[in-house]
């Protein structure tokens, strides 16, 4: 029996453990059989049954609100502030109300302490429940520290620094949700971009519909200014449409007739009616989505580091600080009330807020940044890994160059054969073959004769990565490269040399085992291939390497003008999946970029698989690491450049957060630690990882 599976979105999860204690409750619901919380995304996938108010009272220690859909981010003024933290602001006037006691009644009046009592019940009630609930369960986190360290302070009589390090850390948790609400906006506006209600025509009449009501084949309605709401294939008109929401290009893109089009881009001039060819669900903007919640949910291995670390930290630094309460006044003869003091001083410098949130805030926000620019990072590991390569090997049609080859000459052997019934043969036998280079063939054929009707092809078979044969009529044909065929005659060598030096593909048409024509072929290398070879060499990758099929002379020729410095040519899909495998024991890490296509099992076995064009290619989404959503290289440098400023944040953030708490602790050796700096030193590096974290939100895309 296959269990109901639905997803929620979750309102107020500001930390990872609290998110891991709302996955337990959850699980322990009798309904439920498991459960899944993606901290990133901010969601709880339930498989079972549970209602929403089982789930939110499975959350209410931390008084999360669930939803099916996500709600609208209310704008952050004066009175959502004074209602989401009237408790924080509160207990800070009572706070104030109890120091001016304190000087003027003293600090055992009982004014004074009523006042201090009430600032932290008000200000730390959440905090106080939860943590007193983690004792009893002997569930050891920051709440549970921070419980302890006020409890610890009151009984001492410090009114003071228990009132303080409530507030302080309400003010540090009201930080950290503030910190991953910004960061996860990069995919809630994502969500948003795709219209919820459509115009169609059905029936010859035309209405307005849910976008999850539409069909395949129905016929959309856009008008001049409208974001399209679905993926499909234009019917009729034409028009500018800016793909940006899919791409990350704002330049619009002309689109006629048959032209395909995405949910969430936008129809900049003309009419267009638009036949439906995906469900809501099933559109590239929804896989995007899909992908980038799943990628924040994917850990990278610097935050799975910092998960096991606090896992035993928390546990360390409870022992620490009994360690400090206890062994000096046992074999120092000090005072227990100063070493109490400092021990809970060491509980509340040690908690780990600041540790637990340094990588996920970056991860998240570098992921979202990505897809806004039109980068789809399907988790924190390739983000990671990335940061770290120092060779990138490219493919080179569609990569390097445009993918779209066109025969540059055609030179024939025999002049005086009937060319258009050899030009008729080659088309035949290419119209069988899915290679780009069978597509250029066909397109020069018929631009140079007219073919009257097909003809029949016979004992048709493909050679892989050499070419295609098979008998039209009384005659044996070949189409393919030099490889294809033996005993070349000289001048026909001499031939291919000469085409390759120049850049060319050369391809053999014969006819009988008789060469009679060379196809010279030649790929547009990209405008910007240069500018980008020579950006990533700035930015610190050490090696490019193009992978070719191609002869040694062609690839040597491209590699020269794009800048490449090392080529691997006449490989086959196999052969690239091996030459990986080498410059990975070479470099240590190696990234691969391809067209997601012929090139799988290279991108699979690369550390990192890079796929171009990803916008409506299922492929490329479904077998890359990261896809460049546009068929635009100019993505690659601003990749790696965030990559590697998001991989320096992290090592910056964890850095900051343990080096702020070393400093504060070494305060005990001459006993100045003190609630107060303790405290500050906490919120100190909070703070500090998460603006480091959030400078990754105005990444701009730019890799100088």
């Known amino acids: 029996m296959t269990l109901a599976k639905e997803t929620y979105y979750v309102q107020g999860m500001s930390c990872t453990s609290c998110a891991q204690t709302f996955e337990n409750n959850v699980k322990n619901l009798k309904t439920v059989e498991n459960a899944d919380v993606n901290f990133g995304a901010s969601k709880i996938t339930v498989h079972g049954s549970a209602s929403i108010e089982e789930l939110e009272k499975a959350g209410a220690f931390e008084n999360l609100q669930v939803s099916t859909q996500l709600s ?42 009523g006042t201090f009592l009430a600032a932290i019940v008000i200000g730390g009630y959440d905090l106080l429940i939860a943590g007193a609930k983690n004792l009893v369960k002997l569930r050891f986190d920051m709440k549970t520290l921070m419980t302890i360290a006020v409890i610890g302070a009151i009984i001492i009589g410090e009114w003071v620094e228990a009132s303080i390090v409530v507030i302080l850390f309400a003010i540090s948790e009201a930080l950290e949700k503030f910190s991953m609400d910004q960061a996860r906006s990069s995919i809630q506006s994502l ?40 993926d499909g294939k234009i019917e009729s008109g034409e028009s500018s449409i ?12 002309h689109k006629k007739v048959d032209d395909n089009v995405f949910a969430g881009t936008l129809n900049e001039e003309g009419f267009l009616e638009v036949r439906v060819t995906k469900l809501v669900k099933d559109t590239t903007l929804a896989k995007i989505i899909h992908m980038v919640e799943e990628a ?67 991860i998240v926000t570098a992921i979202g940044s990505a897809a806004r620019n039109g980068v789809l990072i399907k988790g924190g590991a390739y983000l990671e890994t990335l940061g770290k390569v120092k060779a990138i090997a490219f493919d080179k049609t569609g990569t390097i160059t445009r993918g779209e080859p066109v025969v540059q000459q055609v ?55 050499k070419g295609i044969a098979g008998r039209i009529g009384n005659n044996h044909y070949k189409v393919g490269s030099p490889s294809m065929y033996e005993n070349l ?27 009679k024509a060379l196809f010279g072929i030649a790929d547009e290398i990209r405008e910007h291939s240069p500018k980008v070879i020579e950006q990533l060499k700035r930015l610190g990758v050490k090696e490019s390497i193009l992978l070719t099929g191609d002869h040694n002379r062609t690839a040597q020729a491209i590699s020269e003008k794009v800048g490449i410095k090392r080529y691997l040519a006449d490989l086959l899909p196999d052969d690239k999946q091996d030459q990986i495998k080498k410059l990975q024991e ?54 790696v450049k965030l990559s590697r400023r998001a991989l320096n944040i992290i090592k ?31 919120v100190g590096a909070t703070l500090l990882v998460t603006f480091n974290g959030m400078r990754l939100l105005k990444n701009e895309r730019k890799a100088n």
């Not at 849910?210 to 856009?222: A, C, E, H, M, S």
């Not at 580091?305 to 003869?333: E, G, H």
């Open 296 to 362: 924040q949910n994917d850990k990278a291995p610097a935050q799975q580091f910092v998960d096991r670390f606090a896992k035993y930290y928390t546990p360390f630094i409870m022992l620490v600080a009994l360690a400090v309460a206890t062994l000096p006044p046992l074999f120092l003869s000090s005072g227990y009330e100063l070493w109490i003091y400092q021990g809970l001083a060491v509980l509340v410098v040690g908690c780990p807020c600041a540790l637990v949130i340094s990588t996920p805030v970056a």
């Open 489 to 515: 005659s000289a001048e026909i060598t001499t031939q291919i040399d000469q085409m390759r030096m120049s850049g060319q593909t050369v391809i053999l048409l014969a006819k009988n085992d008789e060469v």
């Open 411 to 465: 030179e024939w052997v025999d002049s005086a054969v009937n060319q258009s019934d050899l030009l008729t043969a080659a088309y035949e036998l290419e119209k069988r073959s899915q290679h780009p280079l069978a597509q250029s063939i066909m397109r020069y054929v018929d631009s140079e004769i007219e073919r009257s009707q097909s003809l029949p092809v016979e004992n048709f078979h493909s050679t892989t990565g």
């Open 191 to 230: 969500i948003k971009l795709a219209p919820n209600e459509a115009t169609v025509r059905r029936g010859g009449e035309e209405f307005v519909v849910n976008v999850d009501d539409l069909q395949k084949d129905d016929i959309v309605l856009v008008k001049p200014g409208e974001k399209l709401p679905i």
């Open 652 to 682: 910056q953030n964890i850095a900051f957060a343990l080096g702020i708490k070393i400093i504060a602790l070494l305060l005990v050796v001459p006993g100045w630690l003190t609630l107060w700096i303790a405290i500050l030193a906490d």
């Open 242 to 253: 800016n793909q940006a929401a899919i791409t990350g290009e704002s330049m619009p893109i």
């Open 72 to 113: 609208e981010k209310e704008a952050m003024n004066i009175h959502s502030i004074l209602r989401d933290h009237w408790n924080v602001l509160t207990s800070f006037l009572l706070l104030l109300v109890g120091l001016v006691g304190f000087f003027t009644l003293g600090d055992e009046h009982p004014l004074t302490i």
């Open 586 to 639: 070479e470099y240590g890490g190696v990234a691969m970029v391809g067209d997601g296509v012929n090139d799988a099992p290279a991108l699979a076995t690369s550390d990192v698989g890079i796929a171009m064009g990803g916008a409506g290619t299922d492929t490329a989404l479904e077998t890359a690491d990261i896809a460049l959503m546009g068929d635009d290289i100019e993505k690659l440098p601003f990749t």
